[in-house]
């Protein structure tokens, strides 16, 4: 994914991991992707794949919009003029404050797809997500969805779970359901205030409210911030929407988390890279070029190189990124590899794995607890809708099924 805007956001999220990347480029006021850069990125990334594939851009930040629509126009114009008969996609991740009927006529004219950040209700919403000026944004982004509906924009909401929303799922589900929100994704919010994690990385890293956010190495002591969610907090959260939608809104409503399980269930591609056995094929384009390993290990250690100097695909397949994806699943531990859930969650994240087994090894996932509640509570409902896909049914026959089911129960 490209962050032509760096770390850049009009929005000071107190559970943002990303503005502290502001300190790897201290000498730079704002962050902005030039046009030499951009050129080489598109031209480069485009030549990455095979002819005749589909080359998908992928955009965030920080906040992309930052840029300008000039900026994307340019892009899209790259991509053309780059494209060579490959079918090109784009995605774009936004907080919404500076969309309006330009934005999204483009969007819809280039069939963006658009991943808009909302987490719930004002109260919920309105607790982390402030203007950096220290303002509310629901409002903000409630009417780029609106902007977004009118101009037949695809879109998904983004929202993240965290401390306070994960003990009101069936409100937050409820909120997007109203708001005629179709497409969902889940995302927990796992941060650690350092201790000698940050020396590590060889930067004093600061994000907001004056916090110091570190990588989760493992074996390094630390403590969550007040706001990251608890592990069956979040368990239960999924598990309470996947019961509402399960009976009513399957085939209408499409929940990411839900998609990825009966996806893995199936044996079948797309499901995120942290519920993959492997990573390593996610890397971020900062706005001057650096390429990083992940989205979440934007430090100095994963930084693989700068598009001046080598080509993306000679990077991400390089000695030191192949180690880094296969370590996802070499450094699992025990209780892991013996878990009956393995294949639905496969260790989560790794810079969610900080905590120990119940035999004492290192490099269990913090989130263990709620990732087991959840693949074990829908583990019979995937048989189900595994069943009615491949006998050429629709998968929203379950619904009639687990009613039946909850009535005979009575």
Not at 96 to 103: E, M, R, Y
């Given at each position: 994914?490209?962050?032509?805007?760096?770390?850049?956001?009009?929005?000071?999220?107190?559970?943002?991991?990303?503005l502290e990347?502001?300190?790897?480029y201290p000498?730079?006021?704002?962050?902005?992707?030039?046009?030499?850069?951009?050129a080489?990125?598109?031209?480069?990334y485009?030549?990455?794949?095979?002819?005749g594939?589909?080359?998908?851009?992928?955009?965030?930040?920080?906040?992309?919009?930052?840029?300008?629509?000039?900026?994307?126009r340019?892009?899209?114009e790259?991509q053309?003029?780059?494209?060579a008969g490959?079918?090109?996609?784009?995605?774009?991740q936004t907080?919404?404050l500076?969309?309006?009927?330009?934005w999204c006529?483009?969007?819809?004219?280039?069939?963006?797809l658009?991943?808009?950040s909302?987490?719930?209700?004002a109260?919920?919403?309105?607790?982390?997500?402030?203007?950096?000026g220290?303002?509310?944004?629901?409002?903000?982004?409630?009417r780029?969805?609106?902007?977004?509906q009118?101009?037949?924009?695809r879109?998904?909401?983004?929202?993240?779970?965290?401390?306070?929303?994960?003990?009101?799922?069936?409100?937050?589900?409820?909120?997007?359901?109203?708001?005629?929100?179709?497409?969902?994704?889940f995302?927990?919010?796992v941060?650690?205030?350092?201790?000698?994690?940050?020396?590590?990385i060889?930067?004093?890293?600061h994000?907001?409210?004056?916090k110091?956010?570190?990588?989760a190495?493992?074996?390094?002591?630390?403590?969550?911030?007040e706001w990251?969610?608890?592990?069956?907090?979040y368990g239960?959260?999924?598990?309470?929407?996947?019961?509402a939608?399960?009976?009513?809104?399957?085939?209408?409503?499409?929940?990411?988390?839900?998609?990825?399980?009966l996806?893995?269930?199936?044996?079948?591609?797309g499901a995120?890279?942290?519920?993959?056995p492997?990573?390593?094929?996610?890397?971020?384009v900062?706005?001057?070029?650096?390429?990083?390993?992940c989205?979440?290990?934007?430090y100095?250690?994963?930084?693989?190189?700068?598009?001046?100097?080598a080509s993306?695909a000679?990077m991400v397949?390089?000695?030191a990124?192949?180690?880094?994806?296969?370590?996802?699943?070499?450094?699992l531990p025990?209780?892991?590899?013996?878990?009956?859930?393995?294949?639905?969650?496969?260790?989560?994240?790794?810079?969610?794995?900080?905590?120990?087994?119940?035999?004492?090894?290192?490099?269990?996932?913090?989130?263990?607890?709620?990732?087991?509640?959840f693949?074990s509570?829908?583990?019979?409902?995937?048989?189900?809708?595994s069943?009615?896909?491949?006998g050429?049914?629709?998968?929203?026959d379950?619904?009639?099924?687990?009613?039946?089911?909850?009535g005979?129960?009575?």
């Amino acid at each position: 994914m490209a962050k032509p805007s760096g770390s850049d956001c009009n929005l000071d999220c107190a559970y943002c991991f990303y503005l502290e990347k502001a300190s790897l480029y201290p000498g730079e006021r704002k962050r902005r992707m030039q046009d030499d850069v951009l050129a080489a990125y598109v031209r480069d990334y485009i030549a990455s794949h095979l002819p005749g594939s589909e080359v998908a851009f992928t955009w965030q930040g920080g906040e992309p919009t930052l840029l300008g629509l000039d900026f994307y126009r340019r892009a899209v114009e790259l991509q053309q003029r780059f494209g060579a008969g490959r079918t090109i996609t784009n995605s774009f991740q936004t907080n919404g404050l500076l969309l309006d009927d330009a934005w999204c006529a483009f969007f819809a004219r280039h069939d963006f797809l658009i991943g808009l950040s909302l987490d719930g209700p004002a109260d919920i919403h309105d607790a982390y997500r402030v203007t950096a000026g220290g303002q509310p944004s629901h409002a903000l982004v409630l009417r780029a969805l609106g902007k977004l509906q009118a101009h037949g924009v695809r879109f998904n909401v983004l929202a993240c779970v965290n401390r306070r929303s994960a003990r009101e799922p069936l409100l937050v589900y409820e909120f997007m359901r109203t708001h005629g929100v179709r497409h969902i994704q889940f995302i927990p919010v796992v941060e650690r205030l350092p201790a000698a994690a940050d020396s590590a990385i060889g930067l004093t890293l600061h994000a907001p409210g004056g916090k110091v956010l570190a990588p989760a190495l493992p074996g390094a002591a630390a403590s969550l911030t007040e706001w990251s969610v608890l592990p069956a907090d979040y368990g239960n959260f999924l598990n309470a929407i996947f019961d509402a939608w399960v009976r009513r809104d399957v085939g209408t409503v499409h929940v990411m988390n839900f998609e990825w399980a009966l996806a893995n269930y199936m044996g079948e591609p797309g499901a995120a890279c942290h519920h993959q056995p492997t990573c390593g094929r996610a890397v971020v384009v900062e706005h001057n070029g650096d390429v990083y390993a992940c989205d979440h290990y934007v430090y100095p250690a994963h930084r693989l190189g700068n598009l001046s100097a080598a080509s993306l695909a000679d990077m991400v397949e390089s000695a030191a990124q192949h180690a880094f994806g296969q370590d996802k699943l070499r450094s699992l531990p025990a209780q892991c590899r013996t878990c009956k859930m393995l294949k639905g969650c496969w260790g989560g994240c790794p810079k969610h794995r900080f905590t120990a087994t119940r035999d004492g090894e290192a490099g269990l996932n913090y989130l263990c607890e709620g990732y087991y509640g959840f693949f074990s509570h829908v583990a019979p409902y995937l048989r189900a809708l595994s069943d009615l896909i491949r006998g050429g049914r629709p998968a929203s026959d379950i619904m009639r099924a687990v009613v039946l089911r909850a009535g005979g129960a009575r």
